[in-house]
Nanobody, 124 residues
Framework: QVQLVESGGGLVQAGGSLRLSCVAS????????MGWFRQAPGNEREFVAV?????????TYADSVKGRFTISRDNAKNTVYLQMNSVKPEDTGVYYC????????????????WGQGTQVTVSS
């Protein structure tokens, strides 16, 4: 059973930066793709970014965050990060970490494992 715990959320001004972390336990972290989703009040949960488990660590981003957010992973620490730069008020929401074998499974929203989420609020 994989467990995911997010941290790093908080209040940040528009244009600022924030780094989210997600620590995984209970599984083979290095063999799973990892991703981030977010959910704003009244909206459905939406895909943000994903990184594969392969050596290349290939990444995919939602158009809304491309060029501003960076996903990375440290397999030695069983941790995936989301570096958020040039944040906007529309980036506000609860950010969830997701894990599954394949990146495409995560992108589809059908991940087997999810964290509890961390709140990010961007003030204008």
């Amino acid at each position: 059973q994989v467990q995911l715990v997010e941290s790093g959320g908080g209040l940040v001004q528009a244009g600022g930066s924030l780094r989210l972390s997600c620590v995984a336990s209970g599984g083979i972290f290095s063999r799973n793709a990892m991703g981030w989703f977010r959910q704003a009040p009244g909206n459905e949960r939406e895909f943000v970014a994903v990184i594969s488990w392969t050596t290349s660590g290939s990444t995919t981003y939602a158009d809304s965050v491309k060029g501003r957010f960076t996903i990375s992973r440290d397999n030695a620490k069983n941790t995936v990060y989301l570096q958020m730069n040039s944040v906007k008020p529309e980036d506000t929401g609860v950010y969830y970490c997701a894990s599954d074998r394949l990146s495409q499974t995560i992108v589809s929203g059908r991940s087997a494992y999810w964290g509890q989420g961390t709140q990010v609020t961007v003030s204008s």
